[in-house]
């Protein structure tokens, strides 16, 4: 059972565009996401987390996004650039249980 | 550099082999976490500690796996008798447990990547 869902495995984007990478999860006991950039041989990178009491969270060209009664989640990258080039996965934790459960991936292409 | 940091970076071994694998987490960071990822999936929990002390193990780890942080600083994960199946990236992370009611973020070391031949 799929609990933090990426239904997107792949996107690709214009340069200066803006990337948007969608996450759904199904456990209602998820009250804290994160988002994780991956390059090639290397570790997931955090990059930005929003707890459940919150709906948007920012951090210089990236902006969270948290729609709890949709179960949805949302990273938007502004502008976008070519080292953004990576995979990104969502991940969710309940509160007190630091255990992530991590989504799939989408592997974000940006075109120069 | 003071991230996590995992050794072997690479290991080939043979069928009914033992591996160990290392993790030196963040100094000071008191949580310590393994996760396996396959190819096209995201990284799955096995197991993580609180200092010395092993909290919580996933129904994935097996009875031929085995976790210590005998210090409460570095850890190992041992894999006894691999076979295929346990072919992944192992990834380590840790997290300072600031308490609270906060949930703590977790940094990733660059991982082990263990082939089974």
């Known amino acids: 059972d799929q609990q933090v869902k990426q239904n997107s495995p792949s996107l690709s984007v214009q340069e200066g565009r803006i990337s948007i990478l969608n996450c759904d999860y199904t456990n209602s006991m998820f009250d804290y996401f994160l988002w994780y950039k991956k390059y090639p041989a290397e570790g997931p990178t955090f990059l930005i987390s929003i707890s459940s009491i919150k709906d948007k969270n920012e951090d210089g060209r990236f902006t969270v996004f948290l729609n709890k009664s949709a179960k949805h989640l949302s990273l938007h990258i502004v502008p976008s650039q070519p080292g953004d080039s990576a995979v990104y996965f969502c991940?969710?934790?309940?509160?007190?249980?630091?255990?992530?459960?991590f989504g799939t991936g989408t592997r974000l292409t940006i075109i120069p | 550099d003071t991230g996590v940091s995992q050794n072997p970076r690479h290991k080939i071994t043979k069928r009914g082999q033992n591996v160990t694998f290392r993790c030196d987490p963040i100094s000071e960071h008191n949580r310590l976490y393994w996760y396996r990822q396959t190819l096209g999936q995201g990284p799955e929990f096995l197991t993580y500690f609180q200092n010395e002390a092993q909290l919580e193990k996933s129904r994935l780890l097996s009875d031929r796996f085995s976790a210590e942080r005998p210090k409460g600083s570095f850890s190992t994960l041992e894999i006894q008798r691999t076979e295929q199946g346990d072919s992944a990236m192992y990834l380590c992370a840790s997290s300072p447990s600031l308490g609270g009611d906060r949930t703590d973020t977790q940094y990733f070391g660059p991982g082990t990547r263990l082939t089974v031949l």
């Open positions: 991940a969710a934790s309940p509160f007190g249980n630091e255990k992530l459960t």
